[in-house]
Each structure stands twice: as structure tokens, then as C-alpha cells.
């Protein structure tokens, strides 16, 4: 029977190793005698995350109503719908700072003709199809989640969707 490895084994790692050294960034190979240099990591971002996404990437949903959630849900970002739990941490102004040429619509009135653009198509939708779109479009919720939290019957939340979709594409 082979003898059971101690604790000062070289060869047995040690999980917290992790914890106690950098990783390495991405693309690079680990070499601890390599020059330490800071690059600037990239993201993967998983595209069908959401539910809407979801749905499309497995033919539920056609192109054209996916596009008209997608609008839907960045007129809900860009309006700063989403509750917050904390304050803004943009930059303050720099009194005395250079003026530039003013954009088209600053942040407040973009922000502002989002929140008109939601609203609009929130009430086009009515009060019988609006709720399921915004809890699956923009709440983030899954449709079994959202079937159960309306008190509707199993497997009906899709075709709602579907219907409140089409009639966003309309408007």
C-alpha cells in the first residue's frame, strides 16, 4: 500500500494556492520569473443570458419579435427604470473645465425621451399584455416565474409573449 502523501508534498496542491496567487491575465501563460505587466482584461458576454434571448436563440421567438423586446428593454435601461441600491459614481463637472459642442440630447434627455418611448409602448400594449412583457423583457424573470407570480396556468406565459411581441413590433 503506497504511503499516504504529508501536508509538505510538493506534489499535492494546495486549493488555497489559488486564493494566495495572482492568476494569470487573459491569453497569458503562468511564468513566475516573467516581467509583471497589467493588461487590461477582456469579458465574454453571454448574449442569451436573458430570458428574451433565451427563447430566441431556440426558435421560440422570431427575429422581428426579439428586436422589438430588445428596443423595449433599452428604452427600460436607458430610463433608469431599474431600482437602485446605491447612489451615481459618475464624475462630478470640472468647474472651469473646457465646453465642448453640446451633443444632440445630453443624458437627461435621453434618459427623459426613453422614459416617453417606454411608457408609450408600455401603455400600446394595455394592461392585459404589459405585465408579462415587463417582467420577462425587463424584470429579467424566466416565463415559469412569471406564469406563477400572475397566477396563470402552466405554458401560457409564452404565447402572451409572443402576442404582446407582436404588437410591440407594430407600435
Known sequence: MPAKPTRTDKSISDPRLLAERALPQDG??????????????SVTVN?????????????????????AGEKLRADWERANLAPRITMRWDAAPVAGGKRTAPAILNETEAQLAAKQRFSNAIDH???????????IICGGEGTPVAEKNLGWPARSGKLVLKIALDRLAVF
Open 28 to 41: 497569458e501563460e503562468r511564468n513566475d520569473r516573467a516581467p509583471k505587466r497589467r493588461r487590461a482584461r
Open 47 to 67: 448574449l442569451s443570458e436573458s430570458p428574451l434571448g433565451w427563447l430566441h436563440a431556440r426558435g421560440h421567438l422570431s427575429d422581428r419579435q426579439f428586436d
Open 125 to 135: 400594449l394595455g394592461s392585459d399584455l404589459s405585465d408579462i412583457a415587463w417582467r
